[in-house]
T-cell receptor, first 116, second 111 residues
Framework: GAVVSQHPSWVICKSGTSVKIECRSLDFQATTMFWYRQFPKQSLMLMAT?????????EQGVEKDKFLINHASLTLSTLTVTSAHPEDSSFYIC????????????FGPGTRLTVL | QKEVEQDPGPLSVPEGAIVSLNCTYSNSAFQYFMWYRQYSRKGPELLMY????GNKEDGRFTAQVDKSSKYISLFIRDSQPSDSATYLCAMSSRQGQKLVFGQGTRLTINP
């Protein structure tokens, strides 16, 4: 149980284009999902918290208009990187909060974005 | 000072050894504690979660929380090469709060 998927697993795009990443909870409903960014050999950096049916809460320093997050259903959240630039190249990982009450999060496999 | 401190390593041990991974924290309000394992270019995988102080065992893994010392540990017994990964501790103060992660410790188990 508690499986989270991400699509695509990797994407290469040209500078200036937009890229959408999907995060799905496959066997449970997730009212809260999270989006992280991870640079090589570094820990996870929380970008935003996404609650179903409401606007995402962004961490300080994360551009809301750059990283659009939509959590339209209890099993799907999307992250759209708008007008991507090479500095946006990174490993993006989503997670969904579990239901056991221990506040654990279950992570997707991640999406590697390369902007040329 | 970071809220959660974790030695990034790298840590290299021979196969079969007992591995001890640790994190210290400064926020006394933390009461939910987790350990994640992350293989290269993969998402983190939840290994253990505990609430408040005490021990929890699951197979070869044991998680310990000492709230009085603000110190948590993960022990791996009979370590295997497949345990080679980065281990991240994470914690939060209450349900609904975002997790605060340690930097991660890179572990290598040598055959």
């Amino acid at each position: 149980g508690a499986v989270v998927s991400q699509h695509p697993s990797w994407v290469i795009c040209k500078s200036g284009t937009s890229v959408k990443i999907e995060c799905r909870s496959l066997d449970f409903q997730a009212t809260t999902m999270f989006w992280y960014r991870q640079f090589p050999k570094q820990s996870l950096m929380l970008m935003a918290t996404s609650n179903e049916g409401s606007k995402a809460t962004y961490e300080q320093g994360v551009e809301k208009d750059k990283f659009l997050i939509n959590h339209a259903s209890l099993t799907l959240s999307t992250l759209t990187v708008t007008s991507a630039h090479p500095e946006d190249s990174s490993f993006y990982i989503c997670s969904a909060r579990g239901l056991t009450g221990y506040n654990e999060q279950f992570f997707g496999p991640g999406t590697r974005l390369t902007v040329l | 000072q970071k809220e959660v401190e974790q030695d990034p390593g790298p840590l290299s041990v021979p196969e079969g050894a007992i591995v001890s991974l640790n994190c210290t924290y400064s926020n006394s309000a933390f009461q939910y504690f987790m350990w994640y394992r992350q293989y290269s270019r993969k998402g983190p995988e939840l290994l253990m979660y505990t609430y408040s102080s005490g021990n929890k065992e699951d197979g070869r893994f044991t998680a310990q929380v000492d709230k009085s010392s603000k110190y948590i540990s993960l022990f791996i017994r009979d370590s295997q090469p497949s345990d080679s990964a980065t281990y991240l501790c994470a914690m939060s103060s209450r349900q609904g709060q975002k997790l605060v992660f340690g930097q991660g410790t890179r572990l290598t188990i040598n055959p």
